[in-house]
């Protein structure tokens, strides 16, 4: 086989076609959309945005940002599709939901 004929012979799997299964997009959903909960936060000594690791639930991150505002600037939680908290709802969800 020459080198022309190897190279058409390259199948271009970029493109879906009917009946051939998943999209990319889907089969690899967390390259495309956030599937966990993180904290953004502003880290005063070193003077740079910070994101959290990866938190399974809406209530664990809560429960980070409520610690980590004890030490530095939380911006807003964000979460799966989108999903975003402010500041305000997270005061009031710490005020309520911890003791400190």
Avoid: F
């Avoid at 990319?24 to 936060?41: C, D, I, N, R, T």
């Amino acid at each position: 086989m020459s080198r022309k004929n190897s190279a058409a012979a390259h199948v271009d799997t970029s493109q879906k076609t009917s009946g051939t299964g998943p999209t990319l997009e889907q089969a690899l959903p967390w390259e495309h959309e956030q599937m966990a909960w993180v904290v953004h936060y502003w880290d005063e000594i070193n003077k740079r945005n910070i994101t959290s690791r990866e938190i399974n639930t809406r209530e664990d991150a809560m429960d980070e940002a409520c610690s980590l505002m004890q030490r530095h600037t939380v911006s807003h939680v964000a979460g799966p599709n989108g999903e975003r908290i402010d500041i305000k709802e997270i005061r009031e969800w710490c005020s309520t939901h911890t003791s400190r």
